[in-house]
């Protein structure tokens, strides 16, 4: 059975964003821009300035297919799988970008059942991205995405053995939203088992690598009474969970790349039944939205199950 966490402070409980947090949240970082990928792997930007490899990142791996996804994601070590969209991905970030001081602020979701997520997203679209609209070639270029993200999903959850969600038939929601405010602004995990998650323009998400991380956070921010947590500002929140808490969070983060979509294991992935004692629920990545409210374009795909009421 999955078990809540109960911290769930006042500033992050907003619309869609956040349904299960293991703990909500609320703040972040500079958006910088986004790093070139070399084709001898992915480069991530660590805030403010420097790059290296995501092999050096403690939790975190790179992976070219869903298949591999799978692979990687079965490692308990690994928290966060980022995988490449080839040059599908980088043309849509491309055409994104061309067309993003035009098209309006959004955000729509929908179930799906079936493999084809286009059917019950296309009417949901502004209009300029529909069929006949000015932008209809973006918004048929991003129903595409979201649908194979939300296949690669499903692929890149089978490795999570001991969850009976990921299954063929578990039902899927897929969000494509144009967002101009800041989502997430603590780092937290999110309790599900897996989210996909896209940056199709705009600054990216924002991970803590474990290396950094000082997962006794929780524990400090729970003894606490629910007003003095809630009175927090962003920066005090994150410092509980960055290691070494003298320095600024955001020297410590990494920042999801253009491109990419971002596999991200919730605090759900690997919580078994009682009677299966040999698995160990995942931690949850840590991770926060960009600091800068500046436009930006993603898609999410998660298990509605545990997105939904």
């Not at 374009?297 to 998660?302: G, I, P």
Request: proline content about 6%.
């Amino acid at each position: 059975m999955r078990q809540r966490r109960p911290l769930r402070p006042p500033s992050c409980l907003h619309a869609q964003a956040v349904r299960r947090f293991a703990i909500a949240a609320a703040a972040a970082v500079a958006a910088a821009a986004t790093s070139a990928l070399p084709a001898g792997g992915a480069f991530f930007s660590f805030l403010p300035s420097t790059r290296h490899s995501v092999a050096e990142v403690k939790g975190c791996r790179e992976a070219s297919t869903a298949g591999e996804a799978a692979d990687v994601l079965a490692d308990p070590e690994v928290l966060v799988c980022f995988l490449h969209r080839g040059d599908e991905g980088a043309e849509l970030h491309r055409q994104w970008c061309a067309h993003l001081s035009e098209v309006p602020t959004f955000d729509i979701y929908s179930r799906t059942l079936g493999a084809d997520v286009g059917p019950g997203l296309a009417d949901l679209l502004p209009l300029d991205l529909q069929e006949g609209g000015p932008s209809a070639h973006l918004g048929q270029l991003t129903l595409q995405e979201a649908q194979s993200l939300a296949t690669a999903f499903r692929e890149a959850a089978a490795a999570d053995r001991c969850s009976h969600h990921a299954h063929a038939d578990a039902a899927l929601r897929v969000r494509i939203a144009c967002i101009d405010h800041v989502q997430c602004s603590r780092l937290h995990w999110d309790d599900v088992p897996l989210r996909a998650v896209s940056i199709l323009a705009g600054a990216g998400t924002e991970v803590l690598p474990e290396s950094r991380a000082d997962r006794g956070g929780l524990a400090r921010l729970e003894a606490l009474p629910l007003d003095s947590q809630g009175a927090m500002t962003s920066e005090e929140w994150n410092r509980n969970f960055v290691a070494d808490g003298n320095g600024s969070p955001d020297e410590a983060m990494i920042q999801f790349p253009n491109g990419w979509a971002a596999l991200m294991k919730g605090s759900s992935w690997g919580a078994c039944d009682a009677e299966n004692s040999n698995s160990q629920a995942s931690p949850g990545a840590l991770h926060r939205s960009p600091k800068r409210a500046t436009k930006r374009v993603l898609l999410q795909v998660d298990f509605a199950d545990f997105v939904e009421n």
